[in-house]
């Protein structure tokens, strides 16, 4: 399969709370990017993190990287209704084409 | 605003006509362009990358005939979806890079064949 796994797939919390969603790859990387959808909408980008990071913040999202595993989980802490929607991993493979293999992709759902 | 702009964010048509979206780079030049498909509730498939200037590379099992590719300025790619069937309905979505580590998505074309 040309895609990563994703787990949960779907997940459903309530407001407040944390959200974290996990994400595995195949190959070699450049770097790892997560992405929200809204339904029927498109993506947008929510952090890069680098090969050779393997920790990073932005706002309310964490991101963490595990290459020798290859893994990364996203954290979302103190949860808001705005926060439902997909998320999305995305590789870019060794050679920094630009080309980016998404994960299967986990539903947040927070409910007020 | 989006620096990549689709067009059009919806179509419906005729089963067996053929269909074209647009992507554009807007304020900057995209030597390389990315066409991926999203069927409902489901991930981004990569269809094809598409080069400036010259055939774009499909990936495995997506049919170049079909989806044809042109990419004939730094700024445009178009996706043409021909003969199109009730199954090639789907969302569409194009990137573009740029620099190294930028991408831009655009905000994707909802295809309906009937």
């Known amino acids: 399969s040309q895609q990563g796994e994703e787990d949960p797939q779907a997940l459903s919390i309530q407001e407040g709370e944390n959200a974290t969603m996990n994400c595995s790859y195949k190959t070699s990387i450049n770097n790892l990017q997560w992405y929200r959808q809204n339904s029927g909408r498109g993506l947008v980008h929510l952090i890069l993190i680098r090969s050779n990071e393997r920790e990073k913040h932005s706002g309310r999202l964490r991101v963490t990287l595990d290459t020798s595993k290859k893994s990364s989980s996203l954290l979302i802490t103190a949860s808001r209704a705005a926060d439902t929607a997909s998320y999305f991993c995305?590789?870019?493979?060794?050679?920094?084409?630009?080309?980016?293999?998404f994960g299967q992709g986990t539903t947040l759902q927070v409910k007020p | 605003g989006a620096v990549v702009s689709q067009h059009p964010s919806r179509v419906i048509c005729k089963s067996g006509t053929s269909v074209k979206i647009e992507c554009r780079s807007l304020d900057f030049q995209a030597t390389t362009m990315f066409w991926y498909r999203q069927f409902p509730k489901q991930s981004l498939m990569l269809m094809a990358t598409s080069n400036e200037g010259s055939k774009a590379t499909y990936e495995q099992g997506v049919e170049k005939d079909k989806f044809l590719i042109n990419h004939a300025s730094l700024t445009l790619s178009t996706l043409t979806v021909t003969s199109a069937h009730p199954e090639d309905s789907s969302f569409y979505i194009c990137s573009a890079r740029q620099g190294v580590n930028t991408i831009y998505f655009g905000e994707g074309s909802w295809l309906t064949v009937v």
């Open positions: 995305a590789t870019d493979a060794t050679g920094n084409t630009g080309k980016l293999i």
